[in-house]
């Protein structure tokens, strides 16, 4: 499973607390429903939004801050509203509308002063979709994508320092993904796909947790093709990295086993 933490909230918090302590002047007004239609001033919009975020009402509080923007499209309150709101919508779990948000705030003030937590924020929404391994990961290379943007463009920003512990969880992630396809291939006898699907892991994933069992798997299906200096290979690999584990063990003993001639070390 992938990190889950309030961290993420944490930090984000942080980074909007200015912002919502700077919209708290405006008034809390909008007694009534807050309706986003409503001609209103600035001031009074932003702070009804502001105020239906605070009691947990995001979807909402998204909508009136998208209604600050409609309504004074050219006032500070403007910029600031359309961070909010892609905030909004990402703690109400809306994760298309809170990247659109984000997006199109970048597209309006790319240098903003606010623009690398703009982009944390995709990153983030793209995080919080990744699914089991058993599924598709295309979003969990497009949180990859989205995170390694931001230790690129903001590489000294708190968000840059998030974003690389989420991206190890996300190494993590893929190659348990390509684990699974693998041993389902080595269990079914395809041991050439299967042998790809190891090597992938130990090629791209060497820092993950699945290298080690990789390296064994990559053992066991050269022997099965027949190629044992390949296995030997990879068992001293596994020797030479990861000497007191298990998978280690189990490669020294399969290669004594089948492949006598060579040593796993």
């Not at 929404?125 to 058993?134: K, L």
């Not at 892991?201 to 060497?206: G, I, K, L, M, P």
């Amino acid at each position: 499973m992938l990190d889950r933490s309030p961290l993420k909230l944490t930090v984000l918090a942080i980074a909007t607390g200015a912002m919502l302590l700077t919209a708290g002047c405006g008034g809390r007004g909008g007694k009534n429903r807050d309706t986003a239609y409503v001609a209103r001033d600035v001031d009074t919009l932003y702070a009804a939004a502001k105020s239906r975020l605070d009691r947990g009402d995001t979807r909402q509080a998204a909508a009136l801050f998208d209604e600050v923007e409609r309504q004074h499209p050219y006032s500070p309150w403007a910029r600031r509203a359309q961070l909010m709101s892609a905030f909004s919508y990402y703690v109400a779990r809306d994760y298309t509308k809170s990247i659109q948000s984000s997006q199109r705030f970048l597209s309006i003030h790319p240098g903003n002063k606010d623009a690398p937590y703009a982009y944390y924020l995709i990153a983030l929404c793209y995080y919080e979709q990744i699914s089991d391994v058993t599924r598709d990961q295309k979003i969990t290379l497009q949180a990859k994508t989205a995170l390694t943007e931001v230790t690129r463009r903001y590489p000294n920003t708190r968000y840059a320092s998030d974003a690389r512990l989420k991206i190890d969880l996300v190494n993590d992630h893929l190659a348990g993904k390509e684990m699974t396809i693998g041993r389902l291939y080595e269990r079914t006898g395809r041991w050439v796909a299967a042998t790809l699907r190891f090597r992938n892991v130990v090629d791209n994933y060497q820092t993950t947790s699945h290298a080690p069992e990789a390296l064994f798997r990559l053992v066991e299906t050269y022997l099965s093709l027949g190629v044992p200096e390949e296995a030997q290979k990879a068992a001293a690999v596994l020797g030479n990295n990861y000497p007191d584990s298990e998978w280690y063990k189990k490669a020294y003993e399969l290669m004594s086993q089948h492949a006598p001639g060579t040593t796993a070390s």
